[in-house]
């Protein structure tokens, strides 16, 4: 392998970027492009070897959710902290349509790609995937909307290749509820999993799902905790004593995922890196390296490892896309991470984590 340090990355929004573009704004996967964060050239040029690829359903007022945060000392430049309203629970039928368009536009990808991109299934596929430098694609489905209580159409997207669930977004729905975006604040908000959000948790164990914690409420974390067998995983958060944003790791939550053999895949995004919560655009890519070192400390270099939300989010101005991910595996470098180390982060732990979760 030419590459030492082939990245497998937690959480990409790329499958909905790549339809959410207007017309001249338009990419395709396989064509390099400036905008958004990940094509194929970007992902070869980076050493992007493949992650979590999501499938999110926006709710249907997609543009409004981009309201202006909201200061909580009514003092106009939200300084002080921000509020925004938390999204409104979305519609099954709606969900599962969208979700339903989603995994077709992935599957033609793949078909499109002359080898080149594979959804794997299991880890022996992955494995292969980074010997052979096909692009692999976990499917990840993010906000559980799509799925019925019977958790009938969770069998049928395990077959259509799920292996990757994150119960919520950061939204309520029949299983619990997720995090607001407001800064800054506690994820302790609202009640844990519903009956059928446990239900979900026993059904991802048995099928061989990963069970994401991002956006899931604290309450919701710890029956996680308590009724999965499988390690805890968070696949793009950040550390909440760096940056307070409710959409973050404490540390206790932290030293969770450390001892179920788990793992916190570091978010990119600079509002969830930052101290101040803000998205500035000079944000660097130390900043993550901020983060990631600060989970390595805590709990060990085994339960890190990279969830960028490309496509998903702002990213540090210097990283700018998935081409420039050899700038962070330097910056890691000049902490101090040597490269056992970096090894692990880039896709080591990442390997572990799935091989202990999938069956088969
Ligand atoms: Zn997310």
């Not at 991109?117 to 980074?130: A, G, K, P, T």
Request: hydrophobic share 40%.
């Amino acid at each position: 392998m030419s590459n030492p340090f082939p990245i497998l990355d937690g959480h990409n929004d790329t499958i909905l970027a790549l339809g959410r573009s207007s017309p001249e704004q338009e990419r395709t996967f396989f064509d390099r492009s400036d905008l958004g964060h990940i094509d194929l050239p970007r992902a070869r040029e980076g050493g992007l070897a493949g992650g979590f690829f999501a499938v999110f359903t926006p709710n249907i007022d997609w543009k409004k959710q981009k309201i202006p945060r909201i200061a909580t000392d009514g003092s106009g430049d939200g300084s002080a902290g921000w509020d925004v309203p938390h999204p409104d629970p979305i519609d099954r039928g709606y969900a599962l349509n969208f979700t339903v368009k989603l995994l077709s536009r992935l599957i033609r990808l793949e078909a499109d790609s002359d080898g080149e991109v594979r959804v794997v299934r299991r880890v022996e596929e992955l494995r292969q995937c980074l010997a052979d430098g096909s692009l692999a694609v976990i499917l990840h489905v993010e906000g559980a909307e799509c799925i019925d209580t019977d958790l009938e159409a969770l069998h049928l997207l395990y077959e259509a290749g799920l292996r990757s669930l994150g119960p919520v977004w950061s939204r309520s729905n029949d299983f619990g509820h997720g995090v607001p975006f407001s800064f800054p604040g506690s994820p302790d908000v609202m009640p844990g999993l519903t009956d059928a959000g446990k239900r979900l948790v026993r059904s991802c164990n048995e099928l061989g799902i990963l069970i994401d914690l991002s956006h899931l409420n604290e309450k919701g974390f710890w029956d996680v905790a308590e009724h999965s067998d499988a390690p805890l995983v968070a696949t793009h958060s950040c550390a909440h004593a760096l940056c307070p944003s409710p959409r973050n790791l404490t540390d206790r939550q932290i030293d969770a995922l450390g001892e179920t053999n788990g793992i916190v895949g570091i978010n990119f995004a600079r509002s969830f890196l930052r101290s101040d919560g803000d998205g500035d655009a000079d944000t660097s890519v130390t900043e993550i390296v901020r983060h990631a070192a600060y989970v390595a400390e805590r709990i060990g270099v085994e339960h890190v490892a990279l969830g960028s939300d490309f496509d998903g989010t702002q990213v540090p101005q210097d990283l700018k896309d998935a081409a420039g991910l050899p700038k962070l595996v330097d910056a890691l470098t000049d902490h101090g991470f040597d490269d056992d180390g970096l090894k692990k982060v880039t896709h080591q732990n990442w390997i572990r984590v799935l091989d202990a979760t999938w069956r088969g």
